[in-house]
């Protein structure tokens, strides 16, 4: 029996849980307030998606997802879904024609964001309320907004494909919780075809759903229990949703296989185990004993299938999609994007913390099933389960923290109702003190580490990371948002250059993109591999090679933001490259200075 079949204690939680979102909502957008501003997004993959749907309303076809600025001569095909587009060009459209396109985008930057963490709000709240109080319901959603990788997915001005993501695995968990099987696996399903369309790197939690999903149905394998529904349905939604998305977004005209989206071998391999789930639940239908090792066997044999079938369209794609990546962009480019690596590559001053909030949630989500009994036990051992999966996914990508936070979520509200009684009822300090520490480790679990620096020789450190070994060497800032550069208004000044192609740090050409009528050579995209290539060699190869590259792209201009860590990693692998001589203001020959009014660590020349 699962939870699904015990009755809601409390189905609506109204106000509170609005009023909830309505704080974070406000809290997120203070304390945001000065990049929205500024215009500075959260990640360059921000403007360029802003840049995708600004394409799209000046008439770009609608399954034309070509960036044709981004390498120009030819154009790069990006590998984003229209999905998140839609929200997005919706809103601008709609307040465009009232208050104009800049302050209609602005709107939706800050709206779009609130509105999908409004969302995650909701079904958290109403499913903390079913399974426990309002009480609960009300400090899960707290913790909802004490998360860091959700608070950074979820801010303004954050519009790229993350939060949507996040949103539908809340949804998928709602799904999961249903009473019916087959509602709550078609809600489930759903779900994640939606998610797996926006971005594939949701796989490994659609295969922690279905399994959760097939333990059921081998905890349970009598065909009179129903409980063969829930895979069925999961499965069958999930294969058919992902038709429909791909038709709606992709059409018949890109039947091209790509192994980083969505293309027609996934599409084939998830047909193939849909049917075969089917299968196996007519023909179990039919005996009166089902055993749980034939069934094993049979779950085994269709995923086999699937993947035979998978195999023999697109042999190519049975590696990781960066597996194949050039080692040069791989080197300076991939093993640098600290949000897709593992946990011991991160700052364990900012990961451990949120580790220990996830930590204290699989602790507690296992606490809730020992100390339950029949369908309730069964149910939280399955969530635990899957708090368990994503976390060894987040260990793995640290992106995937967001995930293992949002199923944290709920047991971590229990936990602190159950810590905030102690404090209530313990008699005297020294009582108090351990569940209130326990409490502050939960809800604030960075709390030791910011009073450990700022109690420190010198104080909090800076937000920077070390200069190099060159001489003169400056600190280099962690990303675009907090360079001194100041990307966005510096981009709004090239626009007044004539037009070019600008040879440019990878991290750079979305904001130039956005703000500037310009082309760039590449961005830290992978489907402009060859010209991304070009870019890095360009920077840190022989310096003898760089005008050669510059010309063969077209570029009318170079720019180079000095503080960017980017720059100073290629510099740091050649010194006498191009990026180190830019960096020192010691630039070729071939180059022409353009002068423009911006901070000294930003520069720009013209190739000759």
Not at 295 to 304: M, S, V, W, Y
Not at 475 to 496: G, I, T
Request: contains cysteine; charged residues 10%; glycine residues 8%.
């Amino acid at each position: 029996m699962s939870l699904a079949h015990t009755p809601d204690r409390n189905t609506a939680p109204g106000i509170r849980i609005f009023g909830v979102w309505a704080v974070l909502s406000a809290i997120f957008i203070a304390t945001g307030f000065q990049q929205i501003v500024q215009g500075q997004f959260p990640d360059p993959d921000d403007a360029l998606r802003l840049v995708q749907v600004r394409d799209l309303l000046a008439g770009q076809d609608w399954f034309d997802l070509t960036q044709y600025r981004i390498d120009p001569a030819a154009g790069t095909a990006m590998h984003w879904s229209r999905l998140v587009d839609i929200p997005l060009a919706a809103m601008i459209a709609a307040f465009t024609p009232v208050i104009g396109s800049a302050a209609a985008e602005t709107v939706t930057l800050i709206a779009v964001p609130s509105l999908l963490l409004g969302g995650i709000v909701l079904i958290m709240g109403r499913l903390g309320a079913r399974l426990f109080d309002l009480e609960t319901a009300t400090f899960a959603c707290l913790i909802l907004g004490l998360s860091a990788p959700l608070i950074f997915q979820l801010q303004p001005m954050r519009i790229d494909h993350h939060g949507w993501q996040i949103a539908l695995a809340a949804l998928a968990l709602w799904g999961i919780a249903h009473r019916s099987a087959g509602k709550g696996g078609i809600i489930a399903g759903t779900a994640m075809a939606l998610g797996l369309s926006i971005s594939i790197e949701l796989l490994p939690l659609t295969a922690a759903f279905g399994g959760i999903l097939a333990f059921r149905w081998l905890r349970d394998p009598e065909a009179s229990s129903g409980a063969q529904w829930w895979l069925t349905s999961y499965m069958a939604a999930l294969a058919s949703g992902l038709v429909l998305v791909f038709l709606a977004t992709r059409g018949l005209g890109d039947a091209a296989q790509y192994c980083d989206v969505i293309s027609p071998a996934h599409l084939a391999f998830f047909a193939v185990t849909a049917a075969g789930t089917a299968g196996i639940a007519a023909m179990t239908s039919r005996s009166q004993r089902v055993s749980p090792v034939l069934l094993i066997a049979a779950f085994a044999a269709n995923g086999a299938a699937g993947g035979a079938v998978f195999g023999l369209f697109s042999p190519g794609c049975l590696a990781t999609p960066f597996a194949q990546l050039d080692p040069v962009v791989r080197d300076f480019w991939y093993i640098h994007i600290a949000e897709g690596r593992p946990i011991w590559e991160q700052d364990l001053t900012r990961a451990l913390p949120a580790l220990v909030q996830l930590v204290a949630g699989l602790a507690a989500a296992i606490a809730l099933a020992l100390r339950s009994r029949g369908g309730t036990r069964i149910w939280w051992l399955e969530y635990s389960a899957l708090l368990m999966a994503s976390l060894a996914l987040s260990l793995l990508v640290w992106r995937s923290a967001a995930f293992a936070a949002l199923i944290a979520a709920l047991p971590l509200g229990w936990l602190t109702v159950q810590l905030l009684g102690r404090c209530r009822n313990a008699v005297g300090i020294g009582a108090k003190l351990a569940p209130a520490a326990a409490l502050a480790l939960i809800l604030v679990p960075a709390a030791p580490i910011t009073i450990a620096k700022s109690v420190m020789p010198g104080g909090a450190a800076p937000p920077v990371l070390p200069a190099g070994d060159r001489p003169g060497s400056p600190p280099r800032a962690q990303s675009v948002a907090v360079s001194q550069c100041q990307m966005n208004d510096q981009a709004a000044k090239l626009d007044a250059l004539p037009e070019g192609t600008i040879l440019a740090p990878l991290d750079l050409g979305p904001a130039i993109l956005l703000q500037s009528h310009h082309s760039v050579v590449a961005t830290s995209h992978h489907r402009a591999e060859l010209a991304m290539r070009d870019v890095i060699v360009a920077f840190a190869g022989p310096l003898d090679g760089a005008r050669g590259i510059a010309v063969s792209h077209g570029a009318r201009y170079i720019v180079m933001c000095s503080d960017l860590s980017e720059p100073n990693i290629y510099a740091d692998a050649n010194p006498s490259g191009l990026a180190a001589l830019l960096i020192a203001d010691a630039a070729p020959d071939w180059l022409e200075p353009v002068t423009i009014d911006s901070p000294d660590a930003f520069r720009v020349w013209t190739v000759r």
